[in-house]
């Protein structure tokens, strides 16, 4: 407390001020400024010296001493942010004084991080510390899902007097939840189609490659050993028709005979052999219907559609979707893959020819489409000394019968925690399980960030407080 501005003053008064409690005879040359009871100011000492005016050598008389006090004392009387008392005081943190720090009102200290403080007290400190608070302190807002900051941080003894505001960041709002996965019915597009076996044409209108490699009609009991495509029997060949009945070859018996393709279908028929082997690529993962039939049967012994679908043209059955099929089943085909495709007859009995006989295989370019789910909305920030809190934003829309994702939750006001996001809504459709099981729940939504402190490290703080106060302590 200072000495009075005027009036009497006695050399016990100037004791009790600069040297309390000592009880002791007074030299008067011990208060000198800079001397060893009224203690000097180091250089880098940002605060007011409470003794400037006491002279520093020569006549002392009592009336030097008016309105003079111990300590050293800074007043904040405009807007600023990450106060630290170890830089304002400087070397004389850790000196033996009093140190006195006052914020005036209207006048706002704030945090520019969740890692940093608005007033920050560090350890080591020395002397009396008191934080007079008239304006506002704030901690710094958390950013989505994560904590507000802490307003002040006591790592030294201190008292605070708030008749002010003291409030820590804002905790961010929380995450909403992802949409669940759909499934929609969908054509897909059909690229890269190859008549492999058919054309480039050869010699004399002969097929350039016949059957792939690994079909071994010697095996196949009414293929007569031979792996022509073009179809043979008692009648002669029946030759392709072309793709989509273009480029017939020469001989062919119709143009209904071939390799097709339509925006819903892939299909071949011919007459008497076989088989069909072509390549593609579909835009679309998800599996494929396939078919095969035979008609029009003469003699005995026919055998059952087989279709054969691979990522190798030299072996049968390789890679993601390779495998044997009969009519009806799907196939799990992954978009922008070459895929060969071969359809014959198997289990042909009795060494009968395949004459007089059309043969289809062939497979739907429909097929389950599985959706993404809506993006989560993203939490808002918790609010700061500087900014109010923000609000969380609206989820994704998603794919056709796929989930929206959930919004998020808002900002938590000063002192506050952020509120939780929503979860995400869940995917529609029929089930599906490739490439991925579909339709799915949306995901639970996160929850949102609590409230930073408004003190931190309270232990270490005498608080009196007429003010408010919002937010944790630690």
């Given amino acids: 407390m200072a000495i009075a501005a005027s009036g009497a003053i006695s050399f016990s008064t100037i004791r009790d001020e600069f040297s309390p409690g000592s009880n002791s005879s007074v030299t008067f040359s011990d208060y000198y400024l800079d001397g060893s009871k ?76 969740t890692s940093a403080y608005a007033i920050n007290v560090p350890a080591n400190a020395a002397g009396t510390i008191t934080i007079q608070n008239a304006g506002n302190i704030y901690g710094f807002g958390g950013s ?96 392709w028709g072309g793709v989509n009945g273009a480029n017939a070859q020469g001989g062919a018996v119709n143009t209904t005979w071939g390799l097709f393709t339509s925006s819903t279908s892939v299909s071949g028929t011919c007459a008497n052999r076989g088989p069909f082997y072509c390549s593609f690529q579909v835009g679309t993962s998800g599996p494929y219907t396939v078919s095969g039939s ?18 190798s043209n030299s072996a049968a059955s390789q890679g993601q979707g390779g495998g044997t099929y009969v009519n009806g089943q799907a ?5 922008d893959t070459t895929y060969y495709f071969v359809g014959y007859l198997s289990n042909i009995g009795g060494g009968t020819n395949l004459y007089y006989n059309n043969f289809s295989a062939g497979f739907s370019l429909g097929t389950d489409d599985i959706t993404s789910g809506g993006a989560a909305g993203a939490g808002g920030a918790g609010a700061s000394y500087n900014a109010s809190a923000g609000s969380g934003s609206a989820g994704g829309s998603g794919g056709t019968n796929a989930g929206a994702g959930g919004t998020g939750g808002d900002g938590g006001a000063l002192g506050a925690a952020g509120a939780n996001g929503a979860a995400g809504a869940d995917g529609t459709g029929s089930d599906a399980d490739f490439p991925s099981s579909a339709p799915t729940n949306g995901t639970a939504a996160s929850s949102g960030a609590g409230a930073g402190n408004y003190i931190n490290g309270l232990s270490n703080v005498t608080l009196s407080n007429s003010g408010t106060v919002a937010g944790n302590t630690a």
């Fill in 38 to 113: 009224v203690k000097p100011k180091a250089g880098d000492n940002n605060a007011t010296h409470l003794g400037t005016g006491i002279p520093t050598s020569g006549a002392l008389d009592l009336s030097d001493f008016y309105s003079k006090a111990t300590g050293y004392k800074l007043t904040i009387s405009s807007d600023a942010t990450d106060q630290s008392l170890a830089t304002i005081f400087g070397d004389d943190y850790d000196v033996d004084y009093p140190k006195i720090v006052v914020i005036n009102s209207g006048v706002t200290v704030g945090a520019t991080s």
């Fill in 144 to 239: 989505a899902g994560n904590a507000g900051g802490d307003a002040i941080f006591a790592g030294s003894e201190c008292t605070v007097t708030n008749t002010g505001n003291i409030k820590s960041g804002g905790g961010g709002g929380g995450a909403g939840g992802v949409g669940g996965k759909g499934v929609a019915s969908v054509n897909a597009t059909l690229s890269s189609f190859v008549d492999e076996g058919g054309a480039p044409y050869g010699s004399g209108n002969a097929p350039a490659n016949d059957a792939p490699s690994w079909f071994d009609a010697g095996s196949k009991p009414g293929y007569g050993g031979s792996n022509n495509l073009n179809g043979a029997g008692v009648v002669g060949d029946r030759k």
């Fill in 294 to 311: 035979i008609s029009s049967l003469y003699g005995s012994g026919y055998g059952t559609p087989t279709i054969n679908i691979s990522t």
């Fill in 331 to 335: 196939a799990d085909l992954s978009a």
